[in-house]
């Protein structure tokens, strides 16, 4: 059984979001619910989290995703009553803000999922719990971890220091009975076996290391090429020829097919800048997608879209199925609670869709 987490100091502030009165039993019992479903939370569970976390007034969780994350504090309080909203909206913030506090792909998952769901400001999360802010420093904090030189020396480092067997072997030669001299014979195979052990686990550890530096050095050194080249790859067209309209999607698309990690280096929004992505041209998300001919929207769609999460990739799944025209637009702004008209920079769209091409990425990978 995983040992429980002790309390995190921000918990109980955050719990005053709801709470009239501080009880510490009831606290209790939602710590204990969060720590059981934040652990390899899926991805239908982030999803449920992030509606439940914004202002949304279509778009609800999934009935079945809803009922499960109730579920867990029902259980660790049998009075928890899964009707109040507001407290479960704050509790799914909460499950996000922890999670942004760990490591790994499920992290990395939240923080990507909060900042496509805000869609650049248009859309507001519920309560004080800054999850837009947090998730941005989690990116940015673990993009920079990732760039960070090595030193593969350290990474040699077993903690067991040397292997010493001359105490064990000196009881060889004092008078034994075979009994212990064969115990003691045990002990250095042992010893032996421990420490190569450890020295497998850090040899494995470093080459992984070093691998995963040599990926992000090809893969920034393909993105160079790229920008140096000039050229769209899909359209085998200059970067000053390109529509404005279509560029965003179309180089930010080109530059996820170039990301070999599952985050991209910190210098995307300088690439796509220096590509002739503008940071002060405006546009908004259905002309970007209508500019699209139909070839273009099978290159750029994704799989499963999000009217949530990933709203970019849904409008292009509705312009493919209504086809050319502009009839799909009013729908889809009902359904995502995104204003048609709502502008955004060339740059920040082109953000928000890199972004949801990772976010597909990583859950593809669950």
């Known amino acids: 059984m995983a040992k429980a987490e002790p309390m995190d100091p921000e918990f109980p502030g955050w719990m005053s979001e709801f709470e009239i009165e501080p009880d510490p039993k009831v606290q209790a019992a939602r710590w204990k619910a969060l720590q059981a479903v934040t652990v390899n939370t899926p991805t239908t569970q982030t999803e449920c989290w992030v509606r439940l976390a914004f202002e949304m007034q279509r778009l609800k969780p999934e009935d079945r995703a809803r009922a499960d994350f109730a579920e867990a504090f029902r259980k660790a309080d049998p009075a928890f009553d899964p009707r109040l909203e507001r407290q479960l909206q704050i509790l799914a913030c909460i499950g996000l803000a922890l999670r942004l506090k760990t490591k790994g792909d499920h992290a990395n998952e939240a923080a990507l999922a909060i900042l496509s769901a805000c869609v650049n400001g248009a859309r507001n999360e519920i309560g004080a719990l800054h999850l837009v802010e947090r998730a941005k420093e989690h990116l940015e904090r673990e993009i920079r971890r990732r760039g960070d030189a090595i030193a593969v020396a350290n990474l040699f480092e077993t903690g067991a220091g040397d292997l010493n067997l001359t105490p064990t072997l000196a009881k ?31 040899s494995l550890r470093a080459a992984e290391a070093v691998d995963a530096v040599l990926a992000r050095q090809e893969q920034e050194l393909g993105m160079h090429w790229w920008l140096t080249g000039g050229r769209s790859t899909h359209l085998k067209t200059p970067f000053a020829a390109m529509d404005d ?27 796509l800048s220096r590509a002739g992505v503008s940071a002060t041209r405006e546009t908004n998300i259905p002309d970007a997608v209508m500019a699209c001919d139909l070839e273009l929207l099978d290159w750029l769609e994704g799989r499963n879209p999000s009217p949530m999460t990933t709203p970019v990739h849904f409008a292009i799944s509705r312009q493919k199925e209504m086809g050319q025209g502009n009839e799909w637009v009013a729908p889809w702004s009902r359904v995502t609670e995104i204003e048609a008209e709502c502008a955004m920079s060339e740059i920040d769209l082109a953000m928000q869709f890199y972004r949801e091409k990772r976010l597909l990425g990583l859950a593809d990978r669950q």
């Open 172 to 202: 060889l030669t004092q008078p034994s009975d075979p009994a212990a001299v064969a115990t003691t014979l045990k002990e250095v195979a042992n010893a032996i076996q421990s420490h190569f052990t450890r020295l497998q686990a850090a």
């Open 245 to 271: 309209r279509t560029r965003p999607l179309v180089l930010a698309n080109e530059l996820s097919g170039m990301t070999q990690d599952r985050l991209g280096p910190a210098s995307v929004d300088a690439l």
